[in-house]
């Protein structure tokens, strides 16, 4: 008796942890793209590899990966939390990023060679630091929402990109473009697609309790937009 008490307590005090739904779909780009070959890296292939895969563009059967998926709300709340961005085999990992405002960010080094970390910020803090082998990580709260690129000035193959997002309504979409977004609380939301080389779309959206698919189709982007 007690138990069922204390849930309908938190019923009345949280609507959204009892009633929510999951929001899901597919980032694709339906046209035609060409493979991009990968970087190579000269006199840094014993620490590094001989290739480096480039990233800004992962399509697999249509599929978009790496595209950042935000959700956009008043009734969604700030959660922060700790999230890492490594620097391992002279490449940033994970390469896209969405980091909830209020958040940690700790960036680590996992390689035996020296890196130079810039980021191009213009609401939050820059960085531009060197990273020695064995370096203790370096952390900053990110403060302010906004798309962040990221580069190594010593190897110029290294790039990431860092998604600060307004609230923790958000996700990047895996190899194969899906995504999931889970427990959103019921409503009228703007739901948008971000992609460093396509672009972004923004559709109007309403999650049931029962949750909501919606899906991205990149060629819909103006090609103007696409190539800023």
């Not at 942890?17 to 890296?41: D, H, M, R, V, W």
């Amino acid at each position: 008796m007690h138990l069922v008490s204390y849930l309908l307590l938190a019923v009345i005090l949280s609507p959204e942890l009892a009633i929510s739904g999951s929001l899901n779909g597919t980032a694709i780009f339906s046209g035609k793209i060409e493979q991009l070959k990968p970087y190579k890296t000269g006199k840094y292939k014993k620490a590094c590899g001989t290739d480096i895969p480039n990233e800004s563009m992962l399509i697999n059967n249509k599929g978009v990966g790496n595209v950042v998926i935000s959700l956009h709300g008043k009734k969604l709340k700030k959660r922060g939390g700790e999230y890492k961005l490594d620097q391992k085999k002279c490449r940033y990992e994970p390469h896209v990023i969405a980091v909830p405002l209020d958040s940690e960010l700790k960036i680590h080094t996992s390689d035996p060679i020296n890196h130079n970390i810039h980021t191009y910020s213009f609401e939050n803090d820059p960085i531009n630091i060197m990273f020695l082998p064995g370096q203790d990580a370096y952390s900053q709260e990110m403060e302010e929402a906004e798309i962040i690129k990221v580069e190594c000035d010593l190897h110029d193959w290294m790039r990431a990109w860092i998604v600060v997002t307004p609230n923790a309504y958000s996700t990047v979409s895996g190899t194969d473009g899906s995504f999931e977004i889970p427990d959103v609380p019921p409503g009228k939301y703007e739901l948008t697609a971000w992609h460093e080389t396509l672009g972004s779309l923004t559709k109007n959206i309403t999650v049931g309790n029962d949750g909501l698919n919606v899906n991205f189709d990149f060629l819909e982007v103006p090609q103007q937009e696409a190539k800023r």
